[in-house]
């Protein structure tokens, strides 16, 4: 009885802390810190999403970024609009991304430059590193915001994009990861934002980067690309995937995606997946072919533009979403509509 | 040379086939009677943690399953059991007092010192809040190395090497344990519970305790001001042939 009483008080009490916490953040300009990726010296532009996200919440924007060439990365950065400031750290240590020292890292920056918000990409680099920054700074990460409602109020996908939450933070600092596909990257040239050195804590990293292997292409980014065509278990093989698809998407000079159940067969490579647990893409076009749409693919595509679709099954879900359909067998149709194109 | 104490905490959610429906004050997805299971990727974790007893490349003294979530949540801690862990931990927590990842991630922590784990494996994110965060989080409480979506993961002696899924391909990093790894699709084929092992898995021990026993309580940070369906596209057109098509794609300004 008096311990529930206790913690009841204790609850309330918190409660209105929070509330005044909130209030003073409120009065204060929003001051963000974007954090950019690079890779062998080259500045992601997909990663200037973040920016974007930023000028949406008014007040300050500071770039951040890390590794080998910090300075002309964050100079390349520095020209992007809507950023006051880049910071760079210049140290080898920070070229592969690796969470164990670029948290700590990130964690020195935010604190002596007291952001309000911290934005990263919801990429492979912003999902591995974000969470354990906001665990060291004690916050409740938002993930994979698709917009900005105030200060302290974000909208998100849940289940798969089949239902969306608006959540307003309590934390004073906000880490969020950001969907690229929901901001698109600014501007590249005409900004003027000055360049400054951060500060390297140095934090001894346990983990070794040994390799990678990335899959080699001419094609657009899957994740940026105004085209994606896609391809499914409807294309039976690897070879006729491979016979099939990248033709088609050379006719268009779009980029390749695949269902999770041609990339279970073999067909096509992991990191071309489109879905809840792959790559998320909004193109102009996306096209697919032999793909039914299962909840989990339909996560990945359903904000593009225009959707076609090509499958013989003319119940297939990817019917209800498609804006164009076309009931038929795609190995006569793909072959067709390739020569149509080109013409 | 010690062996694995590997801890795997597993979540209930709505089932990957059912397509959830917001409820009408819109304050959250409808959850009462809707069919529930283990998050897919806990499935994969559980699965990891069984084979890497198998392999035997280094001993694994105990499986540990875990969860934290309402009564029910034990169904998927038995399943887990029939998989191969050798014991369950439930934290009972009701649904209106669910954790957040960061919460998860303290109680983790507090699980990990008393179970003395060594190796830790979560999915890459759950199904219901697609957050993916939980793992990192934990590794960053423990400052323990951390090696998410991982495809493969291989152990010797202490050593851990870990493929895993990144954009445009695959990396691989190695650490030493203790270790937090998160599972990515590709990892495994998770296999099913038979029925031999379903019926040992009700005599395996199943600990009961509450956010209070560690210390904690559901304190959040995040606040749902509303929970809405998204918009629905328009029904499009049917056409009859790849030259409909192409005038259609025309018409709407995609080619």
Not at chain 1, 225 to 252: E, H, I, N, T, Y
Not at chain 2, 101 to 107: F, H, S, Y
């Amino acid at each position: 009885m008096f311990a529930a009483a206790r913690t009841s008080v204790l609850r309330s009490a918190r409660a209105q802390l929070r509330q005044t916490q909130s209030h003073a953040a409120c009065a204060r300009l929003a001051s963000t810190l974007a954090v950019l990726e690079a890779k062998e010296g080259k500045l992601n532009i997909a990663s200037l999403a973040a920016i974007t996200a930023g000028t949406k919440l008014g007040g300050s924007i500071t770039a951040f970024v890390a590794g080998s060439g910090g300075k002309s990365i964050a100079e390349e950065a520095g020209k992007a609009k809507g950023i006051e400031k880049v910071i760079y750290v210049d140290n080898a240590a920070y070229d592969r991304g690796l969470a164990e020292n670029w948290a700590p890292l990130l964690v020195e920056n935010i604190k002596k430059g007291g952001y309000t918000h911290v934005l990263t990409g919801h990429s492979a680099f912003g999902k591995n590193l974000m969470p354990r920054v906001a665990a060291l700074l004690d916050v409740q990460q938002i993930s994979d915001i698709t917009a900005i409602e105030s200060e302290d109020t974000f909208v998100r996908p849940i289940y798969a994009g089949n239902a969306i939450m608006t959540v307003q933070s309590s934390d004073t600092t906000k880490i969020i990861t950001v969907r690229g596909t929901a901001f698109p990257a600014p501007e590249t040239e005409g900004g003027s934002a000055t360049v400054e050195e951060g500060t390297d804590p140095k934090a001894e990293c346990p983990t070794e980067w040994i390799s990678e292997d990335l899959a080699k292409s001419d094609r657009p980014d899957l994740g940026s690309a105004s085209k994606v065509v896609s391809g499914g278990r409807g294309l039976k093989s690897k070879d006729d995937f491979d016979k099939l698809m990248p033709p088609l998407a050379d006719a268009l000079g779009a980029a390749i995606g695949a269902s999770r159940a041609a990339v279970d067969s073999g067909f096509a490579d992991n990191s071309l997946q489109v879905g809840q647990t792959g790559k998320n893409v909004a193109p102009q076009l996306y096209l697919c072919a032999g793909i039914s749409g299962a909840i989990q693919h339909l996560a990945g595509m359903k904000d593009s533009k225009v959707i076609a679709a090509i499958n013989k099954d003319p119940d297939a879900p990817i019917f209800q979403v498609a804006d164009v359909g076309l009931v038929g067998d795609l190995f006569d149709k793909v072959p067709e509509l390739t020569e149509k194109l080109k013409q | 040379m010690s062996g694995l104490r590997i801890l795997v905490p597993v979540k209930r959610v709505i089932d990957y086939a059912v397509k959830p429906r917001v409820n009408r004050a819109q304050t959250s997805v409808e959850t009462a009677n809707v069919k529930h299971s283990m998050n897919p990727f806990d499935e994969l974790s559980i699965e990891e943690a069984v084979r890497l007893r198998e392999k035997k490349t280094t001993p694994v003294e105990e499986i540990v399953a875990f969860s934290a979530g309402p009564p029910k949540a034990q169904d998927i801690l038995r399943t887990a059991m029939a998989m191969g862990a050798d014991r369950g931990i439930h934290v009972v927590v009701e649904e209106k007092d669910s954790l957040e990842p960061l919460g998860v991630a303290k109680l983790l922590r507090k699980v990990v010192d008393e179970q003395k784990s060594n190796l830790v494996i979560l999915g890459k994110q759950s199904i219901d809040d697609d957050a993916a965060q939980t793992g990192q989080m934990l590794a960053g409480l423990l400052n323990w190395p951390q090696a998410t979506q991982a495809s493969k993961v291989t152990i010797e002696d202490q050593t851990v090497t870990v493929v895993r899924e990144v954009d445009g391909g695959v990396e691989t990093l190695k650490a030493k344990l203790p270790m937090i790894i998160t599972t990515d699709l590709r990892l495994n084929e998770p296999r099913y519970a038979s029925l031999p092992n379903i019926m040992k898995a009700k005599k395996k021990k199943l600990d009961k305790k509450t956010l209070g026993d560690y210390g904690l309580d559901s304190e959040i940070r995040l606040k749902t001001v509303k929970v809405t369906e998204p918009p629905t596209r328009q029904a499009g057109v049917k056409v009859d042939d790849v030259d409909g098509m192409i005038s259609k794609l025309k018409e709407l300004g995609a080619l």
